[in-house]
């Protein structure tokens, strides 16, 4: 049976199906060897009774051969035993160490990822510190601690101060702005439209700059 396969990087590699082909293999040697000894146990002799009488001539109320036979096949087959048990063994350690390097080339690979995505994400200027039920804001999907990368034409790059961000409202009523935040450590893109409401301002939100 072939156990292993290589992989592209010349390791071998082993499955779960490997093993239980082992164990299969080993379960059959076992049924085995439990028959050569019904054998034996049939006649009475074990694996030391004598095959010789008192005179030294064969016994005549055994089957000399067939007990000689099974208990020569009994020996090899437990050798058998030894060695697919050590197999077994072997395999299990292997299959145990690539599950143990793939958790930890996945836990990698969630790290890497993690850092890429915190180094791509631009730095945010402002946040939004409240946020009025039924505004334009809240409609829009804006939430409190938002913290936002872009507004309208405003982002990291051209931010001075919120009179930046007062402009482009007040220059925009009636149309909508697309508004950046990073939230939860991701990225989150709205349409936000500047407009009268039953509240204050155009946008019913409250935002603070980030002084980094």
């Known amino acids: 049976m072939k156990m292993t396969e290589e992989n592209n990087d010349g390791n071998s590699t082993i499955t779960m199906e490997d093993v239980q082909s082992l164990i299969k293999k080993k379960d059959t040697i076992e049924e085995q060897i439990k028959a ?62 690539l599950e143990k390097a793939k958790r930890e080339q996945d836990q990698a690979e969630s790290q890497t990822e993690s850092m890429e995505q915190e180094v791509t994400l631009p730095s945010p200027f402002a946040r939004v510190d409240a946020v009025s039920q039924g505004s334009p804001a809240c409609q829009a999907g804006l939430r409190i601690s938002d913290e936002i990368i872009a507004f309208g034409s405003i982002n990291t790059g051209n931010f001075q101060n919120l009179q930046n961000i007062a402009s482009v409202v007040q220059h925009s009523e009636g149309r909508p702005l697309n508004v950046t935040v990073i939230r939860n450590g991701q990225k989150t893109q709205m349409g936000l439209t500047p407009q009268r409401w039953s509240g204050r301002g155009l946008l019913g939100c409250n935002i603070v700059p980030i002084h980094r």
Do not use: W
């Open 36 to 97: 050569y000894y019904d054998v034996l146990e049939d006649q009475e002799v074990g694996m030391e009774g004598p095959l010789v009488d008192a005179e030294g001539f064969p016994r005549a109320d055994v089957n000399v051969y067939q007990i000689r036979t099974a208990r020569h096949t009994i020996s090899c087959l437990q050798n058998d035993h030894k060695a697919i048990m050590v197999e077994i063994e072997e395999a299990l350690h292997r299959l145990h160490a």
